[in-house]
C-alpha cells in the first residue's frame, strides 16, 4: 500500500507514518474515547454523579493542554521518541488509576498521570512526528497518521466493553494499556529515534537537489499570534467545534444507552469512528487545494444533521444514521486543522501554532464533559445538552467563515 501511495516504499518516513498510526491508536483509545465509556461504567458501578465524573474527564483534559503548548519545547529537550514512550506508559498508568478508584475525588488524582500521557500521544504529538519527513506529501501522511485517532475508537472501545463485563475493569485495563505501551515504546525506539540528518534524507524521499529550502528565521512569538485573525479565527473555530465534538462523545455511550444497551452503544461508538476513517481518508486524497476553512465548515454542518437525528428520535436505524453523519466530521476536524495551519502560515511557524492551538482547544473542550453532564443533571436528560452541540457548531461555522472572508 505504501509503495503505491509514494513511489518510494522504502523511504522512512513512511515507517514514522505508521508509528504515529499507532501511537494516535493509543493515545486516542485511552485518552480520549474510552473514558466516555468509564463515564457511564463507573456512574453504574459506584453511582457517582455524572457530573463529577464528567468534570474529572474535564480536569483530564485541561492538564494535558497545559503541557501541549509546551510539547515542541519538551521534545526538543528530551527527544520526540523518549517523550512519547514515557507518555505510553504514563497514559496506561493513568487508565489504571481511573479504573482502580474507590472514591470519585481519587478521579482527579488519577487524571493528573493520564492527562500527562495523553499530551505526549495527543494530535501535537502525532503532528511533530510527521512535519519533518513530508512536506509536497503532508496532507496523505497527515491524513493516514490521524486515522489512527479514529481506529481507537473502533476496535479498543467495544474490546473494552466486552473485557471489563468477562474480567472486571481493572484486568480489562491492565491488559489492554499493557499491551499498547509496550507496542508503543518499541515503535518509539525503532521509528522515532532516527532523523532526517542521522538517516541522511531529505523530506519526502527527494534528492538532495530537489530538498525545499528550510526556513532559517524564527518561529513566530506566541503573543503574536494571538493579535492575528487568521490564528484567533481558525482556533476559535476549531475550538467551538471541538467543545461541541469532544463533550457529544464524552456522553455518547450514555446517551445511546437507555435506548440501546451499553453493549450496543459501544458498537455505535465504532461506527462512528469508522465513518471518520473514511471520509479523513477520502478527504486527504481529495482536498487538494481546497480551502481548508469551507471545508471544516461543510463537515460540521453534516455534523449538525447527525446530531439532530440524535436528539429527536430513538429509533436504533436512525441513531444509527446520527452516528453516522456525526462521525464523518469527527475524523476530518481533526486533520483539517493542521492543514489548514499548513495552508496559511510559513512552514517555520507551523509547530508552533498547531501546538499552541491543540492546546487553546483543549483548554477550551475541556470543560465540556463537564458542562454537558451538568446541563445534563440540572435538566434531567439530554435534550438541552443536544441543542448546546448544534448551537456551538453553527457558532463555530460563524468564526471559520468570517476569518476566511477577511483573507480573501
Not at 75 to 80: D, I, M
Not at 117 to 136: D, E, L
Not at 261 to 286: C, D, E, Q
Request: proline content about 4%.
Amino acid at each position: 500500500m505504501v509503495a503505491g501511495l509514494t513511489g518510494s516504499p522504502l523511504f522512512f518516513g513512511w515507517k514514522v507514518v505508521w508509528t504515529a498510526f499507532a501511537v494516535a491508536v493509543f493515545g486516542w483509545a485511552f485518552g480520549f474515547y474510552i473514558p466516555s465509556a468509564l463515564l457511564h461504567l463507573l456512574h453504574e458501578k459506584h453511582g457517582w454523579s455524572v457530573a463529577v465524573i464528567s468534570a474529572a474527564i474535564s480536569w483530564h483534559y485541561l492538564l494535558s493542554a497545559g503541557i501541549i503548548v509546551y510539547l515542541g519545547e519538551i521534545h526538543a529537550r528530551f527527544g520526540l521518541w523518549r517523550v512519547t514512550a514515557i507518555g505510553a506508559g504514563l497514559l496506561g498508568f493513568g487508565a489504571l488509576g481511573w479504573v482502580s478508584a474507590t472514591a470519585s475525588w481519587q478521579l482527579f488524582l488519577a487524571a493528573i498521570v493520564s492527562g500527562a500521557g495523553w499530551a505526549a500521544t495527543s494530535g501535537a504529538a502525532v503532528n511533530a512526528m510527521i512535519m519533518p519527513w513530508f512536506r509536497a506529501k503532508r496532507a496523505t501522511a497527515i491524513s493516514l497518521a490521524f486515522n489512527g485517532a479514529s481506529v481507537g475508537g473502533v476496535v479498543p472501545v467495544p474490546l473494552f466493553i466486552w473485557l471489563q463485563g468477562e474480567t472486571g475493569l481493572v484486568p480489562a485495563t491492565l491488559a489492554l494499556t499493557g499491551l499498547g505501551a509496550a507496542i508503543i515504546v518499541l515503535l518509539s525506539v525503532l521509528y522515532l529515534k532516527p532523523t532526517l540528518a542521522s538517516l541522511d534524507l531529505n523530506p519526502d524521499g527527494t534528492a538532495s537537489d530537489d530538498a525545499p529550502m528550510q526556513a532559517t528565521r524564527t518561529p513566530i512569538l506566541r503573543a503574536q499570534l494571538l493579535r492575528e485573525t487568521r490564528f484567533v479565527t481558525l482556533s476559535l473555530g476549531f475550538a467551538l467545534a471541538l467543545f461541541a465534538q469532544v463533550g457529544l462523545i464524552s456522553h455518547l455511550v450514555a446517551l445511546l444507552a437507555p435506548s440501546l444497551g451499553t453493549t450496543l452503544s459501544g458498537w455505535m461508538v465504532s461506527a462512528m469512528t469508522i465513518m471518520a476513517i473514511i471520509g479523513r481518508t477520502a478527504l486527504g486524497f481529495t482536498i487538494g487545494g481546497a480551502d481548508r476553512r469551507v471545508i471544516t465548515v461543510a463537515n460540521l454542518l453534516i455534523q449538525v444533521v447527525g446530531v439532530v437525528l440524535l436528539a429527536t428520535t430513538a429509533q436504533p436505524v436512525l441513531l444509527l444514521i446520527g452516528c453516522i453523519l456525526f462521525g464523518l466530521g469527527v475524523g476530518n476536524l481533526v486533520s483539517l486543522m493542521p492543514l489548514a495551519v499548513h495552508a496559511e502560515f510559513d512552514p517555520v511557524d507551523v509547530g508552533r501554532v498547531v501546538a499552541l492551538i491543540i492546546a487553546i482547544n483543549q483548554a477550551t473542550f475541556s470543560f465540556a464533559p463537564g458542562t454537558l453532564g451538568a446541563v445534563h443533571d440540572a435538566t434531567g436528560g439530554y435534550a438541552w445538552p443536544l441543542v448546546l452541540v448544534i448551537a456551538l457548531q453553527l457558532l463555530a461555522c460563524a468564526a471559520l467563515l468570517a476569518g476566511g472572508f477577511r483573507r480573501r
